[in-house]
Structures are given as C-alpha cells and as structure tokens.
Nanobody, 113 residues
Framework: VQLQASGGGLVQAGGSVRLSCAAS????????MGWFRQAPGKERELVAE???????NYADSVKGRFTISRDNDKNTVYLQMHSLKPEDTAIYYC????????WGQGTLVTVSS
C-alpha cells in the first residue's frame, strides 16, 4: 500500500485546511485509515481514524474541530480541520492498517498566531 498525502500549508489561527490522502491497493475499503501528527520535539500522536465501517475516533484535542472522512470509490481519506490553533502545527501523516501498518510521507501544517 502506498499513501500520498497532500493539502498542508501555512494557515492563520482560526482558519481551515483539508488534507487528502490517496491510497493504492484494491482493498482500500477494508483498511482502517487514520491521521497522525508529530510536532517538533513531541511524539507522534493519533489525530483521527475511521474504520472500514465508517466509525470514527478522535483525539480529545481535536474533537469538534476536525472531521475525518473517506471515499472508498476514490481510495482517499480526508481530514477537514477547522478553528486551527498554533498548537495544531505539525507534520501530519496518513496511516493505513489491515494486517500491517502503512505510512505516508507526511504533510506539514503550520498555523500562525
């Protein structure tokens, strides 16, 4: 499985950004897809994930602000981020899981105050 993330960039606090992650593979619909992030000097953490059945899970810090979704016809997972804060600044990584874990290359989101 190859994952290609896009959509990062520089945004002002309070703004919005949508990340996309396109996946290869013929069994995308069976993967649990997720977004992780890693801020400078911090460990990588789960931001949001969506199961094959559409059940979602969010980190407490992003609940109510971020929405994860998937389009199985396009083999793509999205992360819509609203009300961004400077502490959301991080490299965001796309993740796929079936029997194994797969990671994308990461996309940088920088939120300026």
């Amino acid at each position: 499985v190859q994952l290609q993330a896009s959509g990062g960039g520089l945004v002002q606090a309070g703004g919005s950004v949508r990340l996309s992650c396109a996946a290869s593979g013929r069994t995308f619909s069976s993967y649990t897809m997720g977004w992780f992030r890693q801020a400078p000097g911090k460990e990588r953490e789960l931001v949001a994930e969506i199961g094959s059945g559409g059940i979602t899970n969010y980190a407490d810090s992003v609940k109510g602000r971020f929405t994860i979704s998937r389009d199985n016809d396009k083999n793509t997972v999205y992360l819509q981020m609203h009300s961004l804060k400077p502490e959301d600044t991080a490299i965001y990584y796309c993740h796929a899981k079936d029997l194994w874990d797969y990671w994308g290359q990461g996309t940088l989101v920088t939120v300026s105050s």
